[in-house]
């Protein structure tokens, strides 16, 4: 009788314990909710740049400017406080400073990015520093403007979840101050487009350049140290970075760092199925419905394909454009899965030239023989992009990612790095 009881003593401590073991998940999941991290604030990193810095492209900065949607200050203050607004979202929750958050140099620090309810997606939140630049938007190029950009992420199911655009006005058109604000603008009650135009100009001011670097290229020679120095010579020749990141062979580049082309360099092609994902993709890509598009390559493995998702040319299957390299030490972690930690990593992987398993390798991507002083030295000279708004939190984490190096280097593979370039497969037929 007693060891019957303590039997069912010891059965009703393990339904107790389980029921507390439920409400404290449940309790969780709720603070998980809870603990989503705020919008962030329109502090003084998120002002409208100067165009008074040293290295800036003036007449480039002055070309890009669309004339159908010229800069003013009203628009572009418009445009920020829309920027930083959760109303744009279904739940209220996310805004673009979400993702784009101006203290991380306007990046959100995640391997992939989440949007509403806790949803992952499946790509890097890219800067929007210096976007303006750029001849394509997004790592796949699938929108040509700003104000294409702007559209897809609060109409996106796992970004802001808007059921279209139209939706996201009408709670904006419902505040007084946003009314003034467009009409004062615009002369017109606020509408998707001017709501998209307002977004993109505020993006457009976002100019961020006068590094050490570029002070050391506008003849202070003493800007950079001694490591940056031979990183920038090694950049250009035996690291060969300006393949894809100085746009010519002969002529060094030192504005953007993109040749806004689309490479593959590697990454992903392992962990996914390409071949099969291509031809599961045959049909969506023939459609050319930018939203199912768009849906496809933050929600699903067929984000792996890339370019090829706009192209449809085989060559650019594991595609992803160019991205450039001012204030990488705010915008980790690297690559469009932030699948790299370190820049450190970033320089092993294209050290040991890649290409297993991978058809589709762009013929620069080749073992590079860098030794572990060259791979410091070519950190310290990408380290001296980083522009004087971002210094010191970059001191911060250089030391945090050279201090991670100096343990753990998963994509470090000596071998590789100083043996020859691996035979390249031929590509399927799909």
């Known amino acids: 009788m007693d060891e019957g009881k303590t039997v069912l ?6 339904v107790a314990v389980l029921i507390i073991i439920i409400h404290a998940g449940a309790g969780n999941t709720a603070s998980t909710k809870a603990a989503q991290p705020p919008i962030p604030r329109a502090g003084s990193l998120a002002q409208p740049r100067s165009l008074q810095q040293v290295g800036l492209p003036v007449d480039l900065t002055r070309e890009v400017i669309p004339p159908d949607n010229p800069q003013t200050p009203e628009k572009i203050a418009l445009g920020q406080k829309l920027f930083f607004d959760g109303r744009l979202s279904a739940d209220g929750t996310v805004a673009c400073a979400s993702c784009h958050d101006p203290g991380r140099a306007f990046t959100d620090g995640k391997s992939t990015s989440i949007g509403i309810q806790g949803r992952v997606g499946q790509r890097n939140a890219p800067t929007i520093l210096n976007a303006l630049y750029n001849k394509t938007q997004f790592w796949d190029g699938r929108a040509k403007t700003l104000e294409e950009q702007a559209a897809l992420p609060i109409v996106n199911s796992i970004e802001m979840g808007q059921p279209n655009l139209n939706a996201a006005v009408a709670r904006i058109a419902a505040v007084d101050e946003y009314k003034q604000a467009f009409s004062r603008v615009f002369g017109r009650p606020a509408s998707g487009p001017d709501l998209l135009r307002a977004i993109a100009s505020y993006e457009r001011s976002l100019v961020s350049f006068n590094s050490p670097f570029d002070r050391f290229i506008a003849g202070d ?17 035996r690291a060969r970075c300006n393949k894809c990141h100085a746009l010519t062979e002969t002529k060094r ?5 993109t040749d806004n082309d689309f490479h593959n ?34 929600q699903t ?23 450039g390299l001012r204030n990488l030490l705010m915008t980790g972690p690297y690559f469009h899965d932030g699948s790299q930690e370190t820049l450190w990593d970033a ?3 294209y050290n040991k030239g890649d290409g297993l398993q991978n058809p589709w390798l762009d013929e620069d991507i080749q073992p590079l023989a860098l030794s572990e ?8 000279f990408l380290a001296s992009l980083t522009s004087e708004d971002y ?3 970059a001191v911060k984490e250089l030391a945090r990612q050279r201090a991670l190096s100096r343990t753990q280097r998963p994509q470090r593979d000596t071998a590789r790095a100083f043996g020859p370039k691996p035979v390249q497969l031929k590509p399927p037929r799909l």
């Not at 580049?253 to 760092?257: A, E, R, V």
């Not at 984000?303 to 991205?323: Q, V, W």
């Open 253 to 257: 580049d030192p504005t953007l760092f």
């Open 347 to 349: 320089m092993d992987h």
């Open 265 to 298: 360099i590697g990454i992903g092609i392992i962990r996914h199925n390409v071949v099969a994902l291509a031809r599961q993709a045959e049909q969506l890509v023939k459609s050319g419905d930018t939203a199912a598009i768009d849906r496809a390559a933050l």
């Open 391 to 393: 210094k010191k939190p």
């Open 373 to 380: 002083n060259e791979i410091d030295d070519v950190v310290a």
């Open 221 to 237: 020679k003493n800007a950079i140290d001694a490591a940056a120095q031979r990183g920038w010579d090694l950049f250009n020749t």
């Open 9 to 14: 003593l010891a059965v009703w401590a393990c």
């Open 301 to 323: 493995d067929m984000s792996a394909l890339g370019r090829y998702l706009i192209s449809r040319r085989e060559p650019d299957i594991a595609s992803f454009k160019t991205p």
